[in-house]
């Protein structure tokens, strides 16, 4: 595979030396042989959000989104690699699926934690697969930063399937489904979707339950369900947090989660050792104000890599 390098460039800082670094002087292209890290994978697709009938626009995330990391400053960490971009260019969203989850079961046998950059929320089917064939002998429990349960029923997968596509290969697979979905907004989700979520037994957190005065409540669930699973699969839909902070998303949450309380939470599970694998999905360029989304999601990847050290 062909990594594109061009997107990490920023300001040097050459007179303060090596602690005046910032990430795009440390991401190396993925290799054979490197040291276990953390390696950053595009999924450029927004094919289940057009599916969905979402403002499409996703497919140019991952490069913007590592544009908006290269500038951060580097705290040391596990080794940063880019292990380059899967794209769906064609429609065949299964297909693409299918790459996406070779690529991640690949990165996990070479010993590092998958980092996706989407991409619209069916990044998560195919993330999934991959970290599920790499880790055939754990429980990995599913905790989804989101507005929606993205439990929908279609005929075809699409952006709000994902969860439901997974919950079926664990039957599938004779496996226990266990998925907790943290800052679900009642008036985006119908009563059709909660009864999908109790019939599944998966569990969840309204927004409205995830204040900066609750989250001592909320650390709690989290910290229950951590300790339920083996592993732990985090993905993070940028449109839990409010419209103010993300804009750039297709489904912009008109009251959302804080991106303090979604930090502090990802920060708890990121110290938790189980963590295998993380992205970071919705992002849409195209509805980007003054990149006050490409900064806010740059911020929430920072804060995962930045608990990830040896």
């Known amino acids: 595979m062909t990594i594109d390098m061009s997107m990490w460039t920023g300001r040097i800082d050459a007179a303060e030396g090596d602690a005046a ?3 795009h002087q440390v991401v190396q292209p993925l290799a054979a042989g490197a040291a276990p890290g953390i390696a950053i994978l595009g999924f450029a697709c927004d094919e289940g959000v057009r599916r969905n009938q979402g403002r499409t626009g996703a497919v140019a995330g991952p490069q913007a989104l590592r544009k908006a990391l290269a500038n951060l400053a ?3 960490t596990l080794p940063l690699y880019d292990a380059g971009t899967i794209s769906c260019d064609d429609g065949d969203l299964d297909a693409a699926h299918q ?3 070779a690529r991640v079961s690949a990165i996990v046998y070479a010993g590092h934690l998958p980092l996706v950059l989407g991409g619209g929320h069916e990044t998560a089917f195919g993330h999934w697969l991959g ?6 002998d754990k429980r990995i429990g599913i905790v989804n930063f989101d507005a929606h349960f993205d439990l929908r029923t279609a005929t075809e997968a699409t952006s709000g399937t994902p969860f439901a596509q997974i919950a079926a290969e664990c039957a599938r697979r004779g496996q226990h489904f266990r998925y907790l979905c943290l800052g679900v907004a009642e008036t985006a989700n ?3 979707l909660f009864d999908a979520a109790a019939n599944l037994g998966a569990e969840w957190r309204l927004d409205s339950d995830m204040t900066a005065w609750q989250l001592a409540d909320a650390r709690h669930q989290l910290a229950e369900f951590i300790d339920s699973v083996d592993a732990v699969y985090l993905t993070i839909d940028l449109d839990v947090l409010p419209a103010a902070q993300m804009p750039a998303v297709s489904a912009p949450a008109g009251y959302g989660v804080d991106i303090s309380v979604v930090e502090a939470l990802v920060g708890k599970i990121a110290k938790s050792g189980k ?3 993380a992205d970071l999905v919705e992002f849409n360029p195209n509805f980007d104000q003054d990149s006050h989304g490409a900064k806010a999601a740059a911020r929430l990847a920072w804060s995962i890599t930045r608990q ?3």
Do not use: E, I, K, M
């Open 190 to 192: 119908t009563r059709a």
């Open 308 to 310: 990830l050290r040896r």
């Open 74 to 76: 580097y705290h040391p």
């Open 99 to 101: 790459r996406l989850a």
């Open 275 to 277: 963590l295998v694998g």
């Open 21 to 23: 670094r910032r990430w």
């Open 131 to 136: 970290l599920a064939d790499a880790h055939q």
